[in-house]
DNA sequence: TCCCGTGTTTATAT
DNA sequence: AATATAAACACGGG
């Protein structure tokens, strides 16, 4: 689930939840997606509000107070669940911030992929993850620099979060399905329209999946995303997507419309 | 220095 | 029942 879109559902969900309300407990249920001790996020939180969120790429960022910085990602299969501290909160739940007014917010993640961190500095945070810019509203210049700059397939640049924050396969895959190019094209050979039409398809593709609130369901006719499976057609030549592998990752192309 | 393949993780499907 | 797979990244060899 999690790439920028997701994420960015996320935090919308969190900044209508979850700020502004005093935090009474913390709660780690595994300490090793929770990189800090329970001892230790108590002390930064307990009496604390989150005040505001930012988002890198698929990291999530929740402040409350001056050097007071919750880190949040989601791997593979993480999410938030907000509800009555009555409510047995998830499964796989790893960390429930309770506050005052009764309810609880829960980090919760199947696999133990993800992680849960504490920072003082944001931009610290950032530049010791090596995140690139964030790959929405990414001004077209800048895009065209990072990504071609690159080697490799025009896929694996989409998704390095070093180069461009936030994009991970499925929305690699909806952006270059949505430009008309090939994922295994090497970046050198792509010439300035093919440069231009992905970057092009980045925001609408974002953008689009963000107001559908991330769900495959609502996502417009036009996108391949809710059809990641053997034997769908394609939206635009009903012809037969392909499932390939394109740097070790699952990738579903239409040969036809994307060269 | 950069790129790519491998390992990590756990529930599900085959 | 073993095996493969899945929206993630870290790491090490070439
Ligand atoms: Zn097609």
Redesign the pocket.
């Given at each position: 689930?999690?790439?920028l879109p997701?994420v960015e559902v996320f935090k919308r969900y969190f900044d209508s939840t979850s700020l502004n309300q005093s935090i009474r407990d913390v709660k780690v249920s595994d300490q090793?997606v929770v990189k800090i001790p329970e001892s230790g996020l108590k002390s930064v939180l307990i009496g604390y509000q989150f005040r505001k969120t930012s988002r890198r790429?698929?990291f999530l960022f929740a402040n409350s107070g001056d050097s007071n910085w919750l880190v949040l990602?989601?791997?593979?299969?993480g999410y938030l669940h907000y509800s009555s501290v009555k409510d047995d909160p998830p499964?796989?739940t790893r960390l429930r911030i309770t506050f005052d007014n009764e309810n609880a917010l829960s980090y919760v993640n199947?696999?133990?992929?993800?992680l849960v961190d504490h920072t003082e500095s944001l931009k610290q945070y950032i530049r010791e993850?090596?995140l690139g810019p964030d790959a929405l509203h990414l001004d077209h210049k800048l895009f065209i620099e990072i990504i071609g700059?690159?080697?490799?397939?025009v896929k694996?640049?989409l998704?390095?979060?070093s180069a461009v924050?936030g994009?991970?396969?499925?929305?690699a895959d909806e952006i270059l399905f949505q430009a008309g190019i090939h994922p295994k094209r090497?970046v050198s050979k792509l010439n300035e329209d093919e440069f231009h039409a992905v970057f092009r398809q980045t925001d609408p593709v974002l953008e689009t999946a963000i107001e559908r609130e991330a769900v495959?369901g609502r996502m417009p006719q036009h996108f391949m995303?809710p059809r990641?499976e053997p034997g769908a057609s394609c939206p635009k030549c009903r012809g037969n997507i392909e499932?390939i592998a394109v740097?070790?990752?699952?990738t579903f192309v239409c040969p036809n419309c994307q060269k």
């Open positions: 689930m999690p790439e997701d090793t790429g698929k990602h989601f791997g593979m299969t499964d796989h199947m696999r133990k992929l993800g993850k090596n700059r690159k080697k490799g397939t694996s640049a998704m390095d979060q924050a994009i991970g396969n499925i929305y090497p495959p995303l990641r499932k740097s070790g990752r699952s």
